[in-house]
Protein backbone atom coordinates (compact mmCIF):
# COMPACT_ATOMS: atom_id res chain seq x y z
CA UNK A 1 0.00 0.00 0.00
CA UNK A 2 1.52 3.45 -0.93
CA UNK A 3 1.82 6.36 1.42
CA UNK A 4 2.42 9.86 0.98
CA UNK A 5 4.13 12.41 3.28
CA UNK A 6 3.16 16.21 2.30
CA UNK A 7 5.18 19.21 3.90
CA UNK A 8 2.97 22.15 3.07
CA UNK A 9 5.45 23.31 -0.13
CA UNK A 10 3.82 25.23 -2.29
CA UNK A 11 5.17 23.25 -5.25
CA UNK A 12 3.67 20.27 -3.95
CA UNK A 13 0.38 21.34 -5.15
CA UNK A 14 1.70 23.25 -8.40
CA UNK A 15 3.99 20.25 -9.65
CA UNK A 16 1.92 17.98 -8.57
CA UNK A 17 4.02 15.40 -5.86
CA UNK A 18 4.11 14.51 -2.56
CA UNK A 19 7.17 15.29 -0.35
CA UNK A 20 7.79 11.71 0.29
CA UNK A 21 6.12 8.28 -0.78
CA UNK A 22 6.07 4.76 1.20
CA UNK A 23 5.94 1.71 -0.98
CA UNK A 24 6.48 -1.57 1.14
CA UNK A 25 9.53 -0.80 3.11
CA UNK A 26 11.20 1.63 0.84
CA UNK A 27 11.07 5.42 1.35
CA UNK A 28 11.61 7.91 -1.20
CA UNK A 29 11.79 11.56 -0.37
CA UNK A 30 11.90 14.34 -3.54
CA UNK A 31 14.46 16.79 -3.97
CA UNK A 32 13.84 18.58 -0.76
CA UNK A 33 14.72 22.73 -0.84
CA UNK A 34 15.53 24.98 2.07
CA UNK A 35 11.71 26.30 2.38
CA UNK A 36 9.97 27.43 5.44
CA UNK A 37 6.85 26.65 6.99
CA UNK A 38 5.35 29.80 5.96
CA UNK A 39 6.81 29.50 2.17
CA UNK A 40 9.40 31.58 2.43
CA UNK A 41 13.33 30.89 1.93
CA UNK A 42 15.35 29.72 4.47
CA UNK A 43 17.87 32.89 4.82
CA UNK A 44 21.41 32.22 5.98
CA UNK A 45 24.31 30.14 4.09
CA UNK A 46 24.17 26.88 2.69
CA UNK A 47 25.04 25.04 5.66
CA UNK A 48 21.48 27.21 6.72
CA UNK A 49 19.90 25.84 3.96
CA UNK A 50 21.03 22.46 3.95
CA UNK A 51 20.21 22.01 7.96
CA UNK A 52 16.51 23.29 6.78
CA UNK A 53 16.71 20.43 3.78
CA UNK A 54 17.68 17.49 6.06
CA UNK A 55 15.32 18.40 8.82
CA UNK A 56 12.83 18.06 6.79
CA UNK A 57 13.39 15.03 4.48
CA UNK A 58 13.91 13.70 8.49
CA UNK A 59 10.33 14.69 9.19
CA UNK A 60 8.81 13.45 6.11
CA UNK A 61 10.92 9.57 6.64
CA UNK A 62 9.54 9.82 10.25
CA UNK A 63 5.88 10.54 8.94
CA UNK A 64 6.18 7.48 7.07
CA UNK A 65 7.34 5.26 9.66
CA UNK A 66 11.26 5.60 9.28
CA UNK A 67 14.23 7.22 11.01
CA UNK A 68 17.33 9.08 9.78
CA UNK A 69 19.32 5.61 10.54
CA UNK A 70 17.30 4.21 7.91
CA UNK A 71 18.54 6.90 5.19
CA UNK A 72 20.99 4.44 2.23
CA UNK A 73 21.11 7.14 -0.64
CA UNK A 74 21.04 10.77 -0.56
CA UNK A 75 21.96 13.45 -3.96
CA UNK A 76 22.91 16.99 -2.56
CA UNK A 77 22.73 19.49 -5.43
CA UNK A 78 24.41 22.63 -4.99
CA UNK A 79 24.90 25.83 -6.93
CA UNK A 80 28.44 26.66 -5.49
CA UNK A 81 31.02 24.30 -5.48
CA UNK A 82 32.93 26.50 -2.94
CA UNK A 83 29.85 25.46 -0.28
CA UNK A 84 30.86 21.68 -0.30
CA UNK A 85 32.46 20.92 2.73
CA UNK A 86 29.89 23.16 4.65
CA UNK A 87 27.10 21.23 2.99
CA UNK A 88 28.76 17.69 3.75
CA UNK A 89 29.27 18.51 7.31
CA UNK A 90 25.43 19.25 7.84
CA UNK A 91 24.99 15.97 5.80
CA UNK A 92 27.23 14.49 8.64
CA UNK A 93 25.66 15.55 11.27
CA UNK A 94 22.41 14.13 10.03
CA UNK A 95 23.18 11.25 8.14
CA UNK A 96 26.87 10.38 9.32
CA UNK A 97 25.65 7.31 11.22
CA UNK A 98 23.68 6.00 8.77
CA UNK A 99 26.41 6.60 6.14
CA UNK A 100 24.36 6.26 2.92
CA UNK A 101 25.36 6.45 -0.48
CA UNK A 102 25.54 9.93 -0.96
CA UNK A 103 26.40 11.86 -4.15
CA UNK A 104 26.99 15.64 -4.16
CA UNK A 105 26.48 17.71 -7.80
CA UNK A 106 27.23 21.19 -8.94
CA UNK A 107 24.04 22.82 -10.85
CA UNK A 108 23.35 26.04 -12.18
CA UNK A 109 20.21 26.55 -10.81
CA UNK A 110 17.39 25.62 -8.26
CA UNK A 111 13.81 26.37 -8.49
CA UNK A 112 14.08 29.67 -6.18
CA UNK A 113 17.18 31.96 -7.31
CA UNK A 114 18.05 32.47 -3.98
CA UNK A 115 18.17 28.65 -3.07
CA UNK A 116 21.80 27.25 -2.67
CA UNK A 117 21.33 23.56 -2.33
CA UNK A 118 18.14 20.90 -2.26
CA UNK A 119 18.77 17.72 -1.12
CA UNK A 120 16.92 14.04 -1.89
CA UNK A 121 17.34 10.52 0.18
CA UNK A 122 15.83 7.34 0.04
CA UNK A 123 15.41 4.59 3.50
CA UNK A 124 14.87 1.66 3.60
CA UNK A 125 12.77 0.49 6.77
CA UNK A 126 13.51 -2.69 7.85
CA UNK A 127 10.39 -5.04 8.09
Request: aromatic letters at 6%; proline letters at 4%; hydrophobic letters at 40%.
Amino acid sequence: MRQRAKSGSPYEEQFGFSRAVREGNRIVVAGTGPIEDDGSTTRGDAADQAARCCTLIVRAIEQLGGTAANVVRTRMLLTDSSDQDAVGAVHARFFGEAAPAATMLGVAWLCRPEWKVEIEAEAIVPD
